[in-house]
């Protein structure tokens, strides 16, 4: 990144609007990028990316709103990753949805999945039983309605529809003033006839009463077993779509309004991107997170190191994902506000350890507390001096001396030293009669020993070592404390970048245009099974990837985009005969046209299974079963690029150095050198204890620990 340099032309945008903080990264034509930051603005969250913009252009002395016009005429591509859906979700401000299910299930979200009674517990009320309760219902009782009629387990109808009770279902739940009704009915995704006739039925009532609604079927918009996630599933789109939907069109209002000419595009949570008008949008409701580990695979595939563990930290949360052979693991089911949802999620892992987190003493025990609340950006930190008086995380780093309170976001945020300080001692020291610079290192020791714990915890619940696995820390935070909590883990390598603040845009911006679809099947291939079946079990995984294919080709074309640049990649979820978990299977052929390439795909299941488990745990005589298939369809798009250049001398130019500073670590004051991230190049190493600070991020080196840049300006924690 060179920050000092007027860039050719702005090629790629791409943002990220996190809880506290809209992260912009902007790439130029030559690979060179800016990081623009601004406190996120979630009533219109227009409003912060565009701030965000200006503060990313302006760090290469470019005035945006001046210029604005010539500089988005002429980006390529503009890529959004934020939490406008899971926000609607979360607070319940989404669409009031009807849903119609199958006669006898109407009490589908009080009853609920029983694992959901469990979901998003800790870990000491998973010990008390008879704490556990489920969720509050997405939907209430009396928006449920049952409809006769039944597809069985094979495609069949075994009950016709009784198209009586679907008009006074439809009626009622008009009359009840829902705005959307979501349809949910049993085999659907085998046999989606009930669904269909069942919308062109609500469709006919809807025009006699004069009032139309959307009528969101779970055939397609998540055409796989498991009902109670693919139930709610259908319901999150029916109720936080038009909502997220609108935030992103004013996004998109606010960047044609200066001169951008295409359409925004945002991040899925399965990793791909997809125009603003997707048909399946409720994909992006996850997709704040997801960006970091789309540019730690990017990072993977540059650097040539296959495994790595990514710790994002930030004001909120400290965000742990997992990348295995360059990719990222994928969850067929994601769990949102204690419920189950069925949409393909990239595997992230989210602890209460973030910058904004409240410092505060428990009465009982007189013993520090972190969280679980969080100051967010408004009002902030007592530092921001806005008017919050409760100490955080990162008043306890600002009174410490790591963060510089003059540097803050470069100069742009003043930050209150003393008022930090007073409250610290006010609320906290006081009460336990000690130093608040004791206080606040230890602060820092503790949230870094439960993000270490949530690093080891994290590959060894997998049967995962850390000597196979490097780090990458991102996030505005996650560079500071780099240090302390990978400490005493044995892992291969440790790397943080001068771009961490702005990594999950920067993730963002490195995929192409991707939509990913799946179906769920019933493949069963008994062991010894003869060419004949396999040729016809063949037949029907072939069938089910034609059918996705043509979909994606649809969903493609309603974006606006050229369906010939397309390509497909099959996916099949291949398991052995009565195992309960399968695994996810790149098929080596495009289709099945022979009982020898039934064998090549269930050859490739054996050897991820032997590599996932072991050899020995190999059950070939049980047969395979695949009850899903899917495909991923991906259009290129121009991404950014790392430039390597050649390492420099190990010792820094004069001119990186800014001075000296006093830090309280290992429990005294110690002077610590202070360096510009910016100013250092490739071959560069830097030895504690030292500062490192950019404007939207610092690593800290304790003494004993060495800082090397290497010819991607990777920075590596030796």
């Not at 930290?313 to 990348?323: A, E, K, R």
């Amino acid at each position: 990144m060179d920050s000092r340099q007027e860039p050719l032309r702005a090629q790629i945008i791409a943002c990220d609007a996190g809880g506290t903080m809209t992260d912009t990264i902007i790439v130029d034509a030559q690979g060179r990028f800016s990081i623009g930051k601004a406190s996120t603005t979630p009533h219109d969250q227009s409003i912060g990316y565009i701030e965000s913009l200006a503060d990313g252009f302006g760090n290469w002395g470019i005035d945006f709103g001046d210029r604005a016009a010539a500089l988005l005429g002429s980006v390529d591509a503009i890529v959004y990753a934020g939490t406008a859906m899971l926000n609607a979700l979360i607070t319940g401000t989404g669409s009031r949805v009807g849903v119609i299910v199958r006669r006898g299930d109407e009490d589908v979200f009080i009853h609920q999945r029983v694992s959901q009674s469990w979901l998003g517990l800790s870990y000491a009320d998973t010990l008390h039983h008879a704490a556990h309760h489920y969720p509050p219902p997405l939907v209430p009782r009396r928006l449920v309605h049952g409809v006769s009629g039944r597809i069985d387990c094979l495609g069949k109808e075994v009950i016709p529809l009784a198209e009586q009770e679907i008009r006074q279902a439809v009626e009622a739940l008009l009359d009840e003033g829902v705005e959307s009704i979501a349809v949910c009915l049993l085999f659907s995704y085998i046999n989606p006839a009930h669904e269909l006739a069942l919308a062109g039925i609500a469709r006919d009532v809807m025009r006699a009463k004069g009032r139309e609604v959307p009528v969101h079927l779970s055939c397609k918009l998540a055409p796989i077993s498991r009902e109670q996630g693919r139930l709610n599933t259908v319901w999150l789109h029916a109720a936080a779509v038009d909502t997220g939907r609108k935030q992103y069109e004013a996004i998109e209002r606010s960047l044609h309004q200066r001169g951008y000419r295409n359409p925004l595009q945002v991040v899925l949570s399965h990793g791909g991107v997809a125009n603003i008008r997707y048909s399946r949008l409720h994909e992006s409701a996850f997709s704040g997170p997801i960006g970091g580990l789309l540019g730690a695979r990017f990072m993977a595939r540059e650097l040539g190191i296959d495994n790595w563990i990514c710790a994002d930290m930030g004001g909120t949360s400290f965000d742990v994902g997992l990348i295995r052979g360059q990719e990222p693991l994928i969850e067929r089911e994601v769990t949102i506000t204690r419920r189950i949802f069925n949409m393909p999620t990239l595997m992230m892992e989210t602890i209460t350890a973030g910058m904004g987190l409240y410092v505060t003493v428990d009465p009982v025990t007189q013993r520090i507390t972190l969280g679980p609340e969080s100051a967010g950006a408004d009002p902030g930190p007592v530092c921001y001096d806005k008017g919050n008086e409760t100490p955080t995380v990162m008043d306890c780093a600002l009174i410490t001396g790591l963060i510089n309170p003059h540097n803050y976001l470069g100069g742009k945020v003043r930050l209150n030293v003393d008022k930090a300080l007073r409250m610290l001692e006010e609320k906290c020291a006081r009460s336990l009669n000690v130093d608040p610079c004791y206080i606040a290192e230890g602060v820092l020791r503790l949230i870094a020993s439960q993000m270490k714990e949530q690093l080891r915890t994290t590959l060894s619940i997998r049967g995962l070592s850390p000597v196979d696995y490097h780090v990458l820390a991102y996030g505005g935070a996650g560079p500071l404390l780099l240090a302390l909590y990978t400490e005493g883990l044995p892992f291969k390598g440790v790397a943080t970048v001068p771009w961490a603040a702005g990594f999950s845009a920067f993730g963002a911006a490195t995929v192409d245009l991707m939509h990913r679809y799946e179906k769920s099947v019933g493949i069963v291939i008994p062991h010894g099974a003869g060419d004949d079946w396999k040729s016809r079990m063949g037949e029907a995984i072939n069938a089910a990837w034609d059918e996705l294919e043509s979909q994606a080709r649809d969903d493609f074309l309603d974006e606006g985009l050229e369906v010939d640049a397309v390509a497909f990649k099959p996916i099949a979820f291949v398991r052995y005969g009565a195992q309960m978990e399968d695994l996810e299977i790149r098929s080596p052929i495009r289709r099945i046209g022979s009982a020898s390439d039934l064998d090549r795909l269930l050859e490739a299941f054996e050897r991820q299974y032997e590599q996932t488990y072991a050899g020995v745990a190999k059950h070939e005589r049980a047969g395979f079963e695949i009850f899903d298939l899917g495909i991923e369809a991906s259009i290129p798009k121009v991404k950014p690029r790392l430039r390597r250049r050649a390492p420099a001398s190990p010792q820094p130019v004069a001119s990186a150095v800014k001075g000296q500073r006093r830090i309280h670590f290992d429990g005294h004051w110690q002077e610590a050198t202070i360096y510009d991230m910016d100013a250092l190049v490739p071959g560069n190493e830097v030895v504690g204890p030292a500062v490192i600070e950019a404007a939207t991020t610092t690593c800290f080196l304790p003494i004993g620990r060495k800082l090397r840049m290497d010819e991607l300006a990777v920075m590596w924690l030796e």
